[in-house]
């Protein structure tokens, strides 16, 4: 949209010499002077059409599909299309009372008036550009219309300038001479008047929404192995990074890339990934790469080539749930806090360990791990009249247990993050673990486990 800019050039340099619209040889030039960045596409074709994986969300059968699509800016076109829907108001989103709002009214004033004062060529270069921004910005005054104008306001300000000088000029010919500095002085004033009015809403330090880094900080916090490469979603991704190489948290482990994920398991290292991401990462390893899911945290699970659980129970038990389910132990300990980064609420991680005696977990069967104190439940804040702390799952490790491959009689961990009240030992001093099932009228138990919590 900066090229609005140019019918009202082509009109004022043709208004001060339209002989030149008999130079063939200069013509051509300039068409070709013009059109020569647009070589640029021939380079995102070419990168393109080598890494499909960059062209983003979207069906393209081959390569030219996508870029035609990238070039033709759909969501520009679709945005555009919402000022002609039905129902639409003439004016909306800010147009056009944001424009004297980023300007103030007095240098709008003074840049309308310092336009008119423009000799006719420039005048007319001045206003046929703002008379078609204005235009524009009208039909997509229900898009980022405010961000298309940007350009207009440079013009203004020009125009505003030439307005200054005109009245500093007579007012030197006038009486009292101090008037000459009055629009410096006025100009001023608008100029440190904006800055107060924008900082507030550029000032990005310490906002109460900056809470990325927090999450990260608890991801990091947590006993992960040495030198593990880590998965996560990418917002989770560049937080990691970040206290990793910035903060210096943990410095052995560093952020990986799918490819550069299935390279680590290749070579025989670990990989952990967010639960969330597990299912993303999987799907992208190399064909034929079946790594083992190992549950070490709420947070984390853990890829490798195979073997045995890397994190053992802290208590031993061998509660008989069912004729194919077994509870050898379990480990309870608090969550991690985000120090030094943030301070959360107090939670414990609680993690049973299954032993399946002929390697698959019940069918149908559900867990629910609720928090005690007392041997009394423990009530969320929530207004909600009865409700308790707790976490309920259709199948462990959400449903990735299969990716254990669990072996007859082999054992899988489970972890599951529960908030509380207090701190432990304060906050809980029991973990009760019931095993159900759903049923037409509403749920069958098949056990309950109160598990003590021991640090």
Partial sequence: TVAFIVPPLLFAILWERPTLLRNVRLLLATVFAALLPLASYVYVFMRGAAHPEWWGRGDWPNAWSWFWSFVATSQGRQELGWSFEAGRSFFGNGFPELIWHELSILLLVLGLAGIVLLPRPVRILFSGTLAIYLVFCWMY????????????????????????????????????????????????????????????????????????????????????PARAGLFAAVVDAHALDYLINIWGIRPDLRVVSSEQAGQLLSSGQSVLSTWEMAPTLLAELPAGQIPTLQSITPDWVQLSAGGDLSVSPDVARNDRVTDELTLVGYSVMPAPNGAPVTNTTPAMDVTLFWQMENGRWPQGLAISVRPTLGGVFLPTTSTESGAIIQQDAAAPMHGLWERAHPTPGSVIADAYRLPLPAPLPAGADGVTVILYRATAGGFQEETELQLAIRL
């Fill in 141 to 224: 005054r229900f898009g980022n219309w405010f961000q298309v104008i940007l350009p207009v306001y440079p013009l203004m300000l020009v125009g505003a300038a030439l307005a200054i000088e005109r009245l500093q000029r007579s007012a030197l010919l006038s009486r009292p001479r101090w008037l000459s500095g009055l629009p410096v002085a006025l100009l001023v004033m608008a100029i440190v008047w904006r800055a107060i009015a924008s900082f507030p809403q550029a000032n990005s330090r310490n906002r109460s929404i900056d809470t990325i880094l927090d999450q990260a900080a608890i991801l990091l916090g947590q006993p992960l």
